[in-house]
């Protein structure tokens, strides 16, 4: 069963009694009008919640679900689970018609359970295993070939679970688009792990950060449970980006004392005290000559370059 509350009361106002055996996984879409649940009976459903009528289902044979996830807005679903061949899998299907999957990917031969995390922002999926160190990335797109899969994260440590940050919590000014906490068990620790854009921050990126879910609900309880429908009210986070102001370090100005002895400046140009000092100043020299003598030679070819490239350009038949 799936039970929906009411938080604002702390009671239950909504039960959904379709499934015939324990429920793995439950997942809502983002205005809230549909849920999407896997189960123990092999099978996909998605839902209406407030009457719990059943408006798709799927006998997945050859797909064993665990997971589910709405892809924001694109009216697809993506579960992950494990194949006839008892290898790990994804598959991508339109949540308008579960008769057979749009794709099916098999991922790798482990075991672990697979959590998949959809940022509709970036149209970026990430899996993540049980058991495993990596997190792998994935690009959703509306065409085919819908699932291209870019690189992965990877990590010594296995994760047990994972939890996220919410938009609004990133660091926008390091180009950060997506945070994991990663729970370890064998060291008792929970790691952050940021996903960085490699990109300068001298300036607010707005292609990776458009319009986002903010903090404010876009429903009340009692119109959510009267029938409305809402998509999310969305925010900037233009207003949490810092720009990184250069800090320039000015040493104090003291007044200039000189030594001269023999018309030498000491302060200026310390002799050398022993022989092997004598010998590093000369072959630092030596090395300094040769540098300067190949940045004279380069300059020259250059000369001549430019020089030749004029006279071509003067005799060319357009300038005549």
């Not at 001269?260 to 140009?269: A, F, S, T």
């Not at 092997?276 to 030596?286: C, G, I, K, P, T």
Request: glycine letters at 6%; proline letters at 6%; a neutral charge.
């Amino acid at each position: 069963q799936v039970l929906i509350w009411n938080l604002e009361v702390g009671e239950p106002v909504k039960m959904i009694d379709c499934h015939t055996d324990v429920i793995l996984c439950l997942s809502f879409n983002t205005d809230g009008s549909l849920v999407a649940t896997t189960c123990k009976d092999k099978r996909l459903r998605v839902l209406e919640p407030r009457s719990g009528r059943v408006l798709q289902e799927a006998s997945c044979k050859n797909h064993r679900v665990n997971r589910v996830v709405f892809l924001g807005s694109t009216k697809r679903l993506l579960t992950t689970g494990v194949s006839r061949w008892n290898t790990r899998q994804i598959a991508l299907w339109d949540q308008e018609d579960l008769s057979m999957p749009l794709i099916e990917e098999e991922i790798d031969g482990l075991s672990g359970l697979l959590f998949p995390f959809y940022d509709a922002d970036t149209h970026m999926l990430y899996l993540a295993g049980k058991g495993d160190g990596n997190i792998r990335y994935y690009e959703i797109s509306s065409e085919k070939p819908y699932l291209s899969y870019l690189m992965e994260f990877r990590s010594p440590a296995p994760q047990k679970g994972l939890g996220v940050m919410p938009k609004h919590g990133l660091d926008v000014s390091a180009c950060e688009v997506f945070r994991f906490y990663k729970l370890i068990t064998l060291k008792g620790l929970i790691e952050p792990i940021s996903m960085i854009v490699p990109r300068r921050s001298e300036t607010y990126q707005e292609d990776i950060y458009p319009m986002t879910p903010g903090t404010e609900p876009a429903l009340t309880p009692d119109e959510w449970l009267s029938g409305v429908n809402r998509d999310p009210i969305l925010m900037s986070l233009k207003e949490g980006y810092k720009r990184n102001s250069k800090i320039v370090f000015k040493a104090p100005v003291r007044e200039k004392k000189s030594v001269v002895v023999n018309g030498i400046d000491l302060l200026e140009n310390v002799p050398p005290r022993t022989e092997n000092e004598l010998l590093r100043v000369f072959f630092r020299q030596q090395d300094e000559i040769r540098r300067l003598k190949d940045e004279l030679s380069q300059k020259d070819i250059r000369i001549r370059q430019l020089q030749l490239e004029l006279k071509n350009f003067r005799n060319s038949p357009k300038n005549n």
